[in-house]
């Protein structure tokens, strides 16, 4: 019991100072700096889809299969594990 009160008596000053005081909200920005964080943001978003089709571009192009070529794989791979086509 000593010792809770002896922390308590330590960490409690410390954690009524970490707290944090409140702020006014920020002012809205202006329709001009507005306009220019929706212009970097959408120019950071098509630079990553740029780096996305430039790494994954080739792979996705692979795999542009159409259903016939899929069911073909699927009965191809079901054959093999010895399972039994759809009709049954």
Do not use: C, I
């Not at 970097?40 to 089709?53: L, V």
């Not at 070529?69 to 093999?80: A, I, M, P, T």
Request: charged share 30%; glycine share 4%; proline share 9%.
């Amino acid at each position: 019991m000593v010792r809770r009160a002896l922390l308590a008596a330590l960490l409690l000053p410390g954690l009524a100072a970490a707290q944090p005081v409140l702020q006014d909200p920020p002012a809205p920005a202006s329709p001009a700096e507005r306009q220019r964080q929706l212009d970097a943001f959408w120019g950071r978003q098509r630079e990553k889809e740029a780096n996305d089709r430039f790494w994954n571009g080739p792979k996705e192009t692979r795999r542009a299969l159409t259903q016939d070529q899929f069911e073909r794989w699927d009965y191809q791979r079901h054959r093999r594990q010895g399972w039994r086509s759809y009709p049954y």
